[in-house]
């Protein structure tokens, strides 16, 4: 069981062993990974952005690993799993609005989230790809807020194609450039540092705006 978790956590290290010895197995594995970390909040810990960029990497590299289906695969993979996590957090926020005020929840905080949701929701669960752990509560909590389906499965599929297209079409770009190859450990942190900084920027901006709406308001009082 710790192997399998080792291999898991480090898949990068593992995929070209992983395919000598599975070969088209590789596809259902990976297929599996990106489900599960996007589809249950119990598994935000496995691999998501360092595994693209090293599967599009290894596709350069090897003819024999497909990355139309890898890109194919992968983009259903999430869309699937968000959809998922979505309907058991709808299914959940329902089963809690029957439920009297308790501790942990409030009508309150569900119509705070309904709102955020329904003016943000959108620009958040596009956002949220990028950021690991968040990714995988992202759609769990747009269906506990009952984010309108329509605009979440929109937003859902744009993100998802960016998500996999970016980290996977990088990798396979990069894939059989020789500095890569060697110092591919400092690349996927690199990587993965320059696709959150807009959502740094975002966040700085809306602060903000938020601020100097909040100046303007006591200027005119």
Known sequence: MTEFIDIVLHFDQFLPQFFAEYGLWVYGLVFLIVFCETGLVVTPFLPGDSMLFALGAFAAQQDSLDIRILAAGLFAAAVLGDNMNYAVGRFLGKKLLEKPRTRFFKPEYYQKAHAFYEKWGGKAVVMARFVPIVRTFSPFVAGVAHMSYRKFLAYDLGG?????????????????VEWVKHHFEIIVPVI????????????????LRARKAARAADTAV
Request: charged share 5%.
């Open 160 to 176: 998802g194609a960016l998500w996999i297209g970016l980290f996977l079409g990088i990798g396979y770009a990069l894939g059989n």
């Open 192 to 207: 993965i540092v320059v696709s959150v900084l807009p959502i740094v920027w975002e966040i700085g901006a809306a602060k």
